[in-house]
C-alpha cells in the first residue's frame, strides 16, 4: 500500500547550520505535499506545503524540495535556531479518493549549542 | 483567535468506561479529522468527517466512534472496546477545497487508569 517514510528518524545539527530533513514517498497518484512541526505535547504545526506541479517553494527559513522522479521530499531550514528543535513530519495526500493524509514516522532535529 | 480547541489535555479511563474527547473549531472550516498518535510513531486516521452529519471510519477505527452534529465540533468516544487506548489523540480541521492543509488542536492525552 502507500506509504510515506523517512530516511532519518534523528538529526543532530549545530545551532546555525543548515538542517535537511527528507522523505521518501511510494504513492505516484500523491500530489500535496505538506511538512508538519510538533513540539513535545502540542500538536503538528503547519510549516510549508507543495504542489506536485511545482519542485521547489521557499518559505521563512524553510524551503521544500520535490523530486517526482525519485518520489522524494526533503525540508531545508537554514540558520537552525534551539527553537527549531522539534519532530518534523511529511505527509501526503493523492488526488484520488477521500484526499486523506498519509504521515511519515517523524524525524527529531535536534539543535545543538 | 481562530483556532481548534481540545479538552481535556489529560483523561483517565477505568476499565469498561466509554470516554469521550472534545474539538471545537471556529475556523468554519469543512473537514475535521481524529489522529491516534502512539510514542515516536506518526499518526494514524481515527475517523473523519467532510461535511455535517456525515463521518467515515479511518484507518484504525474499532472501538471509536463519532458524532458531527455541527460544523463546529467532531466529538470523538474512545469505547470499552477499545483494548488499547493509552496514546495522543489529535484533532485537525481542513478548509474546503482541494490543496489545503489540514490544522491541527494540541491534542488529549489518554491514559488507563
Not at chain 2, 28 to 53: E, T
Not at chain 2, 72 to 89: D, H, M, R
Request: positive net charge; contains cysteine; hydrophobic residues 30%.
Amino acid at each position: 500500500g502507500e506509504s510515506v517514510g523517512l530516511h532519518l528518524p534523528t538529526l543532530s545539527v549545530q545551532e546555525g547550520d543548515n538542517s535537511i530533513i527528507n522523505c521518501a514517498y511510494s504513492n505516484s497518484a500523491s500530489d500535496y505535499f505538506i511538512w508538519y512541526k510538533q513540539e513535545s505535547g502540542k500538536g503538528p504545526q503547519f510549516i510549508i506545503d507543495i504542489r506536485s506541479n511545482m519542485d521547489k517553494r521557499q518559505g521563512q527559513r524553510v524551503t521544500v524540495l520535490l523530486n517526482k522522479t525519485v518520489k522524494h521530499l526533503s525540508l531545508q531550514i537554514a540558520a537552525t535556531q534551539p527553537g527549531d528543535s522539534a519532530v518534523y513530519f511529511c505527509a501526503e495526500r493523492s488526488n484520488q479518493g477521500a484526499q486523506k493524509l498519509v504521515f511519515g514516522q517523524g524525524t527529531r532535529l535536534t539543535i545543538n549549542p | 483567535d481562530g483556532g481548534i480547541t481540545q479538552s481535556p489535555k489529560y483523561l483517565f479511563r477505568k476499565e469498561g468506561q466509554n470516554v469521550t474527547l472534545s474539538c471545537e473549531q471556529n475556523l468554519n472550516h469543512d473537514a475535521m479529522y481524529w489522529y491516534r498518535q502512539d510514542p515516536g510513531q506518526g499518526l494514524r486516521l481515527i475517523y473523519y468527517s467532510q461535511i455535517v452529519n456525515d463521518f467515515q471510519k479511518g484507518d484504525i477505527a474499532e472501538g471509536y466512534s463519532v458524532s458531527r452534529e455541527k460544523k463546529e465540533s467532531f466529538p470523538l468516544t474512545v469505547t470499552s472496546a477499545q483494548k488499547n487506548p493509552t496514546a495522543f489523540y489529535l484533532c485537525a480541521s481542513m478548509k474546503g477545497g482541494v490543496n489545503q492543509p489540514q490544522h491541527f488542536g494540541d491534542g488529549t492525552r489518554l491514559s488507563i487508569l
